[in-house]
């Protein structure tokens, strides 16, 4: 099936830097999802953007709907160990479908 | 509040043998109900999802089949497992209506040896 490009596939960063991840879609959508997933566990919802331009902040993580609806960012600032974990972008290209479509995942390792 | 359950949270079945994974949403009425599957390091693919009593969409010709006998309850099942079957498995529920946010429950481990 469709999926959105997400990108790095995979980040080393040391604790207390920065985190930046985005997905990319030649589609226009109309949500963008992002969640955490720590291992053995389902993926936890962390923000929900819905309008094109739109910034929301959760804490220290901070995500926006790109201006053309084909792309959405996620940043995570002085990040900390439980940051670790996959992080994915969803989006849904028309509001209230039924299915979304999901990035391949970030995966963020933190050397302490 | 809303919660989501799965169950078992893992599983290790032989080659052959039947299965049936559960999952029952509290706290909300009429929702639609997801299936995906997760295989090691990897994203996450849509098996079935449902819209009400009854209502099975298949998004991949599989081994498995998926049923909705109550209005929150998802069941996830094969008469016969294969090697390739083994992975995560994950639950997920969203409202209906325009801001449907989609959550996900904490998954059940398969493993067919």
């Known amino acids: 099936g469709q999926q959105l490009n997400q990108s790095p596939q995979s980040m080393f960063i040391q604790e207390g830097e920065d985190v930046s991840m985005n997905c990319t879609s030649s589609s226009i959508f109309n949500t963008w999802l992002w969640y955490k997933q720590d291992p053995g566990e389902g993926p936890v919802l962390l923000i929900a953007l819905y309008k094109a331009g739109e910034l929301t902040s959760n804490g220290r993580l901070t995500a926006q709907f790109g201006i053309t609806r084909k792309d959405s960012f996620l940043n995570i600032s002085a990040s900390i160990p439980s940051d670790v974990g996959i992080y994915f972008c969803?989006?849904?290209?028309?509001?209230?479908?039924?299915?979304?479509?999901f990035g391949q995942g970030t995966r963020l390792t933190i050397n302490p | 509040s809303q919660t989501i359950h799965q169950w078992p949270a893992t599983l290790v079945q032989p080659v052959g043998s039947p299965l049936s994974l559960e999952c029952t949403v509290e706290?909300?009425?009429?929702?639609?109900l997801y299936w995906y599957r997760q295989a090691a390091g990897r994203g996450l693919q849509l098996l079935f999802y449902?819209?009400?009593?009854?209502?099975i969409s298949s998004e991949v010709p599989q081994n498995l089949s998926a049923s909705r006998p109550q209005d929150r309850q998802f069941i996830l099942s094969s008469k016969k497992l294969l090697l390739s079957d083994s992975g995560f498995y994950l639950c997920a529920w969203t409202t209906s209506g325009t801001y449907n946010e989609q959550f996900f429950g904490p998954g059940t481990r398969l493993t067919v040896l």
């Open positions: 969803a989006g849904r290209k028309i509001q209230g479908a039924q299915k979304l479509v």
């Open positions: 449902s819209v009400g009593i009854g209502q």
């Open positions: 706290g909300t009425s009429n929702p639609n």
